[in-house]
């Protein structure tokens, strides 16, 4: 766990026990067996408190452009963080999903969808892409589901009942800049901020889509991002209708509103998506992953955000910059994804 973060309700930093060395090994293997050995943390470590953060985008006085992350205390992150490692080596995500798994990244999924894309354009075929968005994706995890999923992931019946007691009896308290509230119970959700939250709705995706996903790239996950590509509009709309069901009944919310639709090669630019007879936004372009995605297959916009950000020229000194450069990137062929320096 990094330094500098910021302490959770118990004010305990992780630096406390960097700096006891052998001795907080001793002390921390100690507790931990005893909390695995009892299956029950103390009670200390079910307190948080709330900071809502907002995403940079909309309206700031709506609550859903707000992210919440909890506090937690350090102790509790370091133990989660033991148990996160005995549940990745019981079990195994399904290819689909990049998101915080091992040698994976969001590179491999932005390489995979453009390399997709430019095999259609070059083909000169339609390839209609979906941008699947779930509303408050990890608050909206029930915990029921989330203890079901475990268990048919093949988790051992110990470890299910250790991540249980991580969200028994969990009590938090929002705090913002006029001031807190009371204390309140949680009893829905997965804690945001916590290293095992992001594996634990890994094993939830992978087991509510089993039945209606594809293999990658026609099918890609990075956590909550979910892209659907088909090769027909009909398609698309059947593929979207399949996974609302099976989302939906686990007990998240497919996001009309922020769920997009492009097609990239259109021939016929009038046709569109439909989620239970509400059209689905259609876009140009998508900033998928950070990468911005065009319709017509090129990379021109990334391209321009790269260089802008790269800045890096003739001109630049020794201490900015380990060279001196000066690039000028010319495009093979109109919409490929090749650059000549």
Not at 57 to 80: F, P
Not at 185 to 191: I, Q, T
Not at 208 to 228: C, G, K, L, N, Y
Not at 315 to 341: H, I, P, R, W, Y
Request: aromatic letters at 8%; glycine letters at 6%; a negative charge.
């Amino acid at each position: 766990m990094k330094s500098g973060k910021t302490v959770g309700p118990d004010d305990i930093p992780v630096e406390v026990w960097k700096c006891l060395g052998e001795a907080a090994v001793e002390f921390l293997t100690s507790l931990f067996n005893r909390v695995l050995e009892s299956e029950r943390m103390p009670e200390e470590w079910r307190r948080s408190v709330l900071v809502p953060i907002f995403k940079n985008k909309g309206d700031v006085q709506s609550c859903s452009n707000y992210r919440g992350i909890k506090l937690m205390s350090h102790t509790m992150k370091v133990w989660e963080r033991v148990v996160e490692a005995r549940l990745r080596k019981l079990v195994e995500i399904c290819e689909q999903q990049y998101g915080f798994m091992p040698r994976k990244s969001t590179t491999d999924a932005i390489f995979a969808l453009r390399i997709l894309m430019e095999k259609y354009r070059h083909g000169q075929r339609e390839l209609h892409c979906l941008f699947v968005d779930l509303e408050k994706a990890y608050d909206r995890v029930p915990r029921e589901e989330l203890w079901y999923c475990m268990r048919k992931s093949g988790v051992a019946e110990k470890y299910d009942r250790v991540v249980q007691d991580m969200y028994e009896r969990s009590r938090t308290v929002v705090r913002c800049a006029v001031g807190q509230t009371e204390e309140f119970k949680v009893e829905v959700g997965l804690h945001q901020g916590l290293a095992l939250s992001p594996f634990l709705f890994a094993m939830v995706m992978d087991q509510s889509s089993e039945e209606v996903r594809q293999e990658s790239p026609w099918t890609m996950m990075f956590a909550d991002d979910i892209v659907i590509c088909s090769e027909s509009r009909e398609q698309m709309e059947e593929n979207l209708e399949r996974w609302r069901f099976a989302l939906e009944r686990r007990g998240m919310k497919v996001s009309r509103s922020k769920t997009e639709y492009m097609c990239v090669n259109e021939r016929e630019g009038s046709g569109t998506v439909r989620l239970q007879g509400e059209e689905v936004k259609k876009v140009q372009e998508f900033k998928y992953l950070g990468s911005t995605v065009q319709s017509n297959g090129e990379c021109g916009k990334e391209l321009t955000v790269t260089i802008g950000t790269t800045n890096c020229d003739e001109t630049t000194s020794d201490q900015t910059c380990t060279m001196s450069c000066s690039l000028k990137l010319t495009a093979v062929g109109e919409g490929d994804n090749f650059l000549g320096v």
